[in-house]
C-alpha cells in the first residue's frame, strides 16, 4: 500500500513538472513574437476581406490600403523589409480567435478599440490609426432621409463587429425598433443590401464609403445618411502577453505621426536626420533598440516604407482617391484633429 502511494506520488510529481514545462513553453511563445518572426522571416497581418482604403487585393495579387501599408510599416521595422508581409484575409467574426490562436501577429483590419475587447479578450490595442464613426447607408432614389427615419426597419450588420452593440442601443435609446439582419461577412452583408433583403446597413462610415462606391448603377445610387450613431477607433492589435511586441508596433505608429509634425516623408527621411530634433525623435537610443529587440534605426525604415502618417492617408484614403476621404479627427493636434504622439525621451 505505501509502494502504491509513492507511485501515486510519483506520477502526480511528475505529471506537474511536464505541465509546467509545457506552460513555460506556452508562455515563451507568446511572450517572444518578434523572435518568431524573425525565424520565420515573415510578419503575418490579419486584414479585411476586401475594404477600398484599407485592405484590398488587386487582380494581380498585390494588396493595398492603409492597413496594408501600416503592416508594411511593421515589417520593415521588425525585419528590414516592408515586402515580408503575408496578408490573411479575416472576417470581422474570426479575426480575435485567429490572432489568440496565433495564426497571424498583427490584426491591422478595421477593428475598433473597446474595453471590453481589451478586457475579456486580452487583446492589445497598439494606438488610434483611424477615427471613424458609426452611420448608415441607403439606397437611392427613395430610402430613408435621416436615422428616425428606420423606425421598425430591417438593418443590415455585420456578425462580430461593434456595430451590432451600437446599433442595438442606438435603436432601444430612440425607440426604433430597428431589426438587425446579422449576417456573417461584409461582402455577404453588401450583397444583402443591395439585393434589398434590408433597408439600410449599418457600419463605419470609411466602410459605408467603400460599400457606396460598389452600388449597381454608381455611387449615385446610395447615401450615407447625416447621423453619427457611435465612435469607431479603428486600432492595430496584437495578441496580450508580449509587452514588447506591442511596444514595438505601438511606436511604428507614433513614428509615422511623429515624422508629419516635423515634415519628415518618405523622400527625405535620410537627409533629415541632420536635424537634431529629427535625430532625437526617429533615432532611438541603444538601450530601447536591445529591450525591444530590433535593430538600430527602425523607425526610420518605417517612415521609408511608407512615409508619413499624412502619406498614408493621402494615398489610400484622401481626396484624390475614389473615397474622397476628408481627414478630420485624423488631422494632427496641431491642425485640430486627434492625431498625437507622445514624446520619445
Known sequence: MARLAQCGVAV???????????????????????AQIRERGILRCGVSEGVQGFSIKDSAGHWSGIDVDFCRAVAAAALGDPSKVAYVPLRASERFPVLEEGMVDLLARNTTWTLLREAALKAQFA??????????????????????????????????????????EYSADNQLGIKPLVIDSAIEAREAFYAGRCSAYAADASHLAAVRLQAPGGPQMAEILPERIAQEPLSPVVRGGD?????????????????????VNRDNV??????????????????????????RG???????????YAEMFDRNLGPRTPLK???????????GGLMYAPPVR
Open 12 to 34: 502526480l510529481a511528475a505529471c506537474f513538472v511536464f505541465l509546467w514545462a509545457v506552460a513555460t513553453d506556452a508562455c515563451a511563445a507568446a511572450g517572444d513574437t518578434l
Open 127 to 168: 494606438g488610434v490609426i483611424f477615427y471613424d464613426m458609426q452611420a448608415f447607408l441607403v439606397r437611392r432614389p427613395g430610402g430613408a432621409q435621416t436615422a428616425g427615419d428606420l423606425k421598425g426597419a430591417t438593418v443590415c450588420v455585420e456578425k462580430g463587429t461593434s456595430t451590432q452593440v451600437h446599433l442595438r
Open 243 to 263: 509587452q514588447s511586441w506591442l511596444t514595438l508596433v505601438r511606436w511604428v505608429l507614433f513614428a509615422l505621426v511623429i515624422a508629419e509634425e516635423l515634415g
Open 270 to 295: 535620410q537627409a533629415r536626420l541632420s536635424d537634431p530634433a529629427v535625430k532625437r525623435a526617429l533615432a532611438s537610443d541603444d538601450e530601447t533598440d536591445r529591450s525591444l529587440g530590433v535593430e
Open 298 to 308: 527602425w523607425m526610420v525604415r518605417a517612415v521609408r516604407s511608407v512615409g508619413n
Open 325 to 335: 476621404l476628408e481627414r478630420g479627427l485624423n488631422r494632427l493636434w496641431t491642425q
